[in-house]
């Protein structure tokens, strides 16, 4: 497996959260800019699609490196290339909707609107072929623990089980030898 994984699981479903949440949050605040005219939207714009966009590299690395565990099956591979096809396209047009606008003085365009628009339908699809991915084709599941690990847990367990038994053993022994009238009964 060449996942980047923390803990067993693979790093790139948790990427994904940032870019997923403020990609969709910059094209709301453009068609909230454009509706009302107000720059504090444009600002909000421009800032979601700034942090989006730098989040969305760090996915887009961790998912290229969970590409070459795609299956062989034909329709896992046909879904991997359009999710990883769709996510650059998304990234890229990001990328460039950054690059057209006023850092200084963001303000409603109507370009922006249409490429934060666009970037969140490549996303939305993009998203169902991840799914494809994660939940059809069992990407989403961490690799089965080593046998060694597996073995040791079992020992562990084990040792904690005698312990355990062995303090019950030495409870009833005192509460034995405990007089009754002391006991309370």
């Given at each position: 497996?060449?996942?980047?994984?923390?803990?067993?699981?693979?790093?790139?479903?948790?990427?994904?959260?940032?870019?997923?949440?403020?990609?969709?949050?910059?094209?709301?605040?453009?068609?909230?800019?454009?509706?009302?005219?107000?720059?504090?939207w444009a600002?909000?714009?421009?800032?979601?699609?700034?942090?989006?966009?730098?989040?969305?590299?760090?996915?887009?690395?961790?998912?290229?490196?969970?590409?070459?565990?795609?299956?062989?099956?034909?329709?896992?591979?046909?879904?991997?290339?359009?999710?990883?096809?769709?996510?650059?396209?998304?990234?890229?047009?990001?990328?460039?909707?950054?690059?057209?606008?006023?850092?200084?003085?963001?303000?409603?365009?109507?370009?922006?609107?249409?490429?934060?628009?666009?970037?969140?339908?490549?996303?939305?699809?993009?998203?169902?072929?991840?799914?494809?991915?994660?939940?059809?084709h069992r990407?989403?599941?961490?690799?089965?623990?080593?046998?060694?690990?597996?073995?040791?847990?079992?020992?562990?367990?084990?040792?904690?089980?005698?312990?355990?038994?062995?303090?019950?053993?030495?409870?009833?022994?005192?509460?034995?030898?405990?007089?009754?009238?002391a006991r309370?009964?």
């Amino acid at each position: 497996m060449a996942r980047l994984a923390f803990g067993g699981i693979s790093v790139h479903p948790m990427l994904n959260d940032l870019p997923a949440a403020l990609l969709p949050t910059s094209a709301l605040c453009d068609v909230l800019a454009a509706i009302t005219g107000r720059t504090s939207w444009a600002h909000c714009a421009y800032h979601t699609l700034q942090i989006g966009t730098l989040a969305g590299v760090g996915a887009a690395v961790a998912g290229l490196v969970d590409y070459q565990d795609v299956p062989s099956d034909p329709e896992a591979q046909r879904a991997g290339r359009t999710h990883l096809m769709l996510n650059v396209g998304a990234l890229t047009m990001s990328a460039l909707n950054l690059m057209l606008r006023d850092a200084r003085r963001p303000r409603a365009n109507f370009l922006g609107t249409m490429l934060s628009l666009t970037t969140l339908g490549a996303l939305a699809y993009s998203a169902l072929q991840g799914s494809v991915l994660a939940y059809k084709h069992r990407m989403a599941l961490a690799p089965a623990a080593p046998a060694r690990a597996v073995g040791e847990v079992r020992e562990r367990v084990g040792e904690m089980a005698a312990e355990a038994r062995e303090r019950v053993g030495e409870t009833a022994e005192r509460v034995r030898r405990t007089p009754r009238a002391a006991r309370g009964s």
